[in-house]
């Protein structure tokens, strides 16, 4: 197996271009220089003081989480992931006949498993595919292009181990590409980031560029609970692990066993919620701020919200950002949805 490079980024863009071109894998690091722990510990704390109080979800994805949550892709509770497959499946070429052989830039690519079949379509038309996954999880990029390249030998494989949004001025650097965003992981931004993330990314594309989404659909609210209430408890090992982090990242001091997994469908929302409840007071440190936050018994958490989408209400969102729907794919039950978007020519 080929083993990676790696590199600090001052220019990330100057360096995917470089590295894309290269036979070998190449992980490239985020240009902002951040200390994460700093901005784990100030997201913490201000998430907890919140009325309500709320995490981000993206803290969830440590090396337990990416695993935990690789765990729950494979329930039979949890619909959304063997769906989507059976959908790339079905289509991954007819999505590679319209596109033609652009670079493939993936958002939260995670295992990126599932787009092997993408990779696989490009693969055998085209004998080569660049492929650049984007995720915030070093261990996950690194597994996966570990992966990867032990399987295609021909794929130009480029990590980037970095924030959505710092990834995306890649776009123009490697333009034409599909910038692919599997998972219905779009479904975790409220309202207001889910604007703000399709402006900036549709303003990263160039007219012509693809963009391809999957999307979970609104259904029987039961049976949406049911995948986030799993029967051997994974969502909450899932759920409970930012607890664990916070423990040993930032000395939280969180009494484990008084921590609960809630996961209710908001009707009006069309979303999932997940919420930490504490069956007693809990005191949380967040000791590189020094801070102190209380709670009682029955206060609760959100760590992650799951939206679902009526598609022609999701449609009509996505035109307003200049993303047009070239191909809209379904499975026979209209469980889940894969949009292949374009960027429209300014104007049009
Ligand atoms: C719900 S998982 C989806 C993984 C995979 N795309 C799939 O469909 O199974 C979300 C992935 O996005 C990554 N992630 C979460 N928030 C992120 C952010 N703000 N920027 C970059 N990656 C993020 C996580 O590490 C995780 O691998």
Redesign the pocket.
């Known amino acids: 197996m080929r083993t990676s490079a790696f590199l600090e980024s001052t220019d990330l863009c100057l360096q995917a271009q470089e590295a894309v071109a290269q036979d070998e894998p190449v992980l490239l690091r985020s240009p902002v220089e951040i200390d994460l722990l700093l901005e784990f510990a100030r997201s913490t704390a201000h998430g907890l003081r919140q009325d309500p109080p709320g995490l981000?979800?993206?803290f969830?994805?440590d090396r337990r989480?990416?695993e935990l949550?690789?765990e729950i892709?494979g329930l039979d509770e949890y619909y959304?992931?063997r769906t989507?497959r059976s959908i790339l499946e079905r289509h991954s070429s007819d999505i590679r006949d319209i596109t033609g052989p652009v670079t493939l830039i993936?958002?939260?690519?995670?295992?990126?498993?599932?787009?092997d079949l993408l990779l696989r379509a490009w693969l055998d038309r085209d004998g080569m595919v660049p492929y650049v996954p984007?995720?915030?999880?070093d261990s996950?990029l690194r597994s996966a292009l570990r992966s990867i390249s032990a399987r295609h030998d021909e794929a130009r494989l480029v990590g980037v181990n970095?924030?959505?949004?710092?990834?995306f001025p890649l776009f123009a650097a490697l333009s034409p590409v599909m910038v692919?965003?599997?998972?219905?992981?779009i479904g975790?931004l409220d309202r207001e980031e889910f604007d703000r993330f399709l402006e900036d990314l549709s303003d990263g594309l160039a007219p012509g560029d693809f963009f391809l989404l999957?999307v979970d659909l609104v259904k029987d609210s039961e049976f949406i609970e049911r995948a986030y209430n799993d029967g051997r408890g994974v969502t909450g090992d899932f759920m409970k692990n930012l607890f664990v982090r916070m423990n040993r990242e930032l000395g939280s001091g969180v009494d484990l066993h008084g921590v609960e997994h809630e996961a209710v469908w908001n009707r009006r929302r069309e979303q999932v919620e997940l919420y930490a409840r504490f069956t007693g007071p809990q005191t949380i440190h967040v000791e590189p701020l020094d801070e102190v936050i209380t709670f009682e018994a029955g206060d609760r958490v959100l760590l992650e919200i799951s939206r679902k989408f009526v598609l022609p209400d999701l449609e009509r969102s996505l035109e307003r950002f200049g993303l047009r729907s070239k191909a809209v794919y379904t499975d026979e039950n209209d469980w889940f949805a894969l949009l292949l978007l374009q960027k429209a020519e300014p104007g049009d």
């Open positions: 981000e979800c993206r969830l994805y989480g990416c949550f690789e892709c959304l992931t989507e993936e958002l939260g690519s995670g295992s990126s498993v599932k787009t984007v995720d915030v999880s996950a970095s924030t959505y949004e710092e990834a692919i965003f599997l998972g219905s992981t975790n999957g």
